[in-house]
């Protein structure tokens, strides 16, 4: 790592969110299935993880599937839900025995029973486990997410501040992200976190999410710790 790079610092962003994209092409371009893809992204993701709460990171959220990737062709989400069933409590166990808190943030009613019991069951083993997070979108959409907590406050008779209506969402504990990173040469957000990513950072990477690496993570952290926040202030305001 670099010089001026402090760890656990206040430079450190405290929430990283990642659009974990380019798994197939990166599976394409080494002839290999998307399915293989997609194990290696998540391998990936693990390590990942490691990382970044080994460096001070308190909160990661990772887009693991939208709403607008349930209209993959059935075989490629089958795919998916059988990494879900084989792997997720494996990996993710690793991570969350050392204090970590898993949520899962989506529609997972969408999902096949038995993958929904699966992120159920690890809600319910770390869900004594705090300021330490990680939430797995899935079945994740912000626009979806935003019409829910709507009709929520409608439900309720509610009118909403920004702070209560930051309650609704499916991110209801969890502190706004500092930092978003997309891999995958895209430039979007493609319907993440649209209200909460109101002041993060963003960093691109031209990488596919398989290689992304430790020392990618670190070089997008670098980044962040060089940009001014200020949140709609001036610099002498801050
Ligand atoms: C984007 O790559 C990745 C996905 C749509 C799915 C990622 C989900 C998993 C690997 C399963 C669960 C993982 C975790 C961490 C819970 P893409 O297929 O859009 O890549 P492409 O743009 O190259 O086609």
């Not at 990166?26 to 290999?32: E, I, R």
């Not at 969890?174 to 930092?179: A, I, Q, S, W």
């Amino acid at each position: 790592m670099s010089k001026g790079f402090v760890t656990g610092g206040d430079k450190i962003p405290k929430h990283i969110a990642i659009i974990m994209d380019g798994n197939g092409r990166w599976a394409k371009k080494h002839l290999m299935p998307r399915s293989l893809g997609h194990k290696y992204g998540m391998e990936r993701m693990i390590g990942l993880m490691e990382h970044a709460f080994d460096l001070g990171v308190d909160y990661i959220t990772v887009y693991a599937l939208s709403t607008e990737n349930l209209k993959r062709p059935k075989e490629e989400l089958e795919g998916l839900f059988d990494l879900f069933r084989k792997y997720f409590k494996q990996y993710f166990g690793r991570v969350c025995e050392k204090g970590v808190r898993l949520r899962a943030i989506g529609d997972i009613s969408l999902l096949p029973d038995d993958v929904q019991q699966v992120l159920r069951e690890a809600e319910a083993e770390t869900a004594q486990y705090q300021g330490k997070g990680i939430n797995v979108a899935v079945c994740y959409g912000a626009r979806d997410e935003i019409v829910h907590a709507v009709n929520r406050a409608i439900e309720r008779g509610e009118k909403v501040t920004e702070e209560s209506f930051s309650r609704l969402l499916y991110t209801a504990e969890v502190p706004d992200p500092d930092l978003i990173i997309r891999t995958g040469k895209e430039v979007r957000l493609s319907n993440f976190l649209l209200y909460q990513a109101a002041y993060a950072e963003l960093y691109f990477s031209d990488k596919m999410f398989p290689e992304f690496s430790d020392k990618d993570l670190e070089g997008a952290i670098e980044e962040y710790s060089r940009r001014t926040r200020r949140f709609g202030k001036t610099d002498e305001q801050l």
